[in-house]
């Protein structure tokens, strides 16, 4: 899993934490674990771990890579985590309050990556202690059946270095997916509304 940047090593992920277990957050989380991953999965509903534990079973069953373990609260799912992904709704509230949790009670190292299609991945990680270490990825993060795998856009601050751009590309190629990682493209909302604006 690991590779090397140019000029200095890429740091590993070997821990992921997801925050939402619905759907969406319970396929990546087994695509995770697949992949050799150990993932801690939260989520506000038990109904929704309990799903993820009885598919966990079965695909253990078959498939003893990582492992899955279940939280209760996002403090417990990001206290070692080496990347944290969310599955909130698509909403800036929504996002800016999930990273605002995960950036008090993850540690320095963790990673904030967070799925958005109508989001400035800019306009997130300026609400963050940890800016350079947040990415935005637009596109099917799970392969699935796919002959073909995937595309998907990593989008990161433009003051993102190289070697945490590499690991969160390895990350999400050791998934199935092929990636396309750009500065993100998108004009941040909240710094322009923040600009002082002149009124005559």
């Known amino acids: 899993m690991k590779e090397e940047a140019v000029g200095q090593p890429s740091p590993e992920i070997r821990r992921v934490a997801i925050i939402g277990a619905g759907v969406a957050g319970r396929s990546f989380a087994l695509a995770c ?6 993932v801690v999965l939260e989520d506000v509903m038990p109904a929704n771990l309990w799903r993820a534990e009885a598919e966990y ?12 373990e279940l939280a209760q609260t996002v ?3 990001v206290r070692t985590a080496d990347i944290a992904v969310d599955f909130v709704p698509d909403e800036l509230e929504s996002k800016l309050e999930i990273f605002s949790m995960i950036d008090r009670m993850a540690p320095p190292k963790t990673i904030l990556c967070t799925p ?3 989001l400035s991945i800019t306009d997130l990680a300026s609400c963050v202690y940890r800016p350079e270490r947040c990415f935005a ?5 799970v392969r699935g059946d796919a002959a073909v795998a995937p595309i998907v856009r990593l989008l990161y601050p433009a003051a993102t270095q190289e070697p945490i751009i590499e690991t969160v590309r390895v990350f999400l190629r050791t998934l199935g997916v092929a990636v396309e990682a750009e500065a993100d493209p998108d004009e941040p909302v909240l ?10």
């Open 191 to 200: 710094r322009k509304s923040a600009s002082p604006s002149v009124s005559r």
């Open 33 to 38: 674990v697949a992949a050799g991953f150990d």
């Open 137 to 141: 990825v637009r596109g099917n993060l």
């Open 116 to 118: 958005s299609y109508a």
């Open 75 to 77: 403090e417990d799912a």
């Open 57 to 68: 079973s079965d695909l253990s069953a078959r498939v003893a890579a990582g492992s899955l």
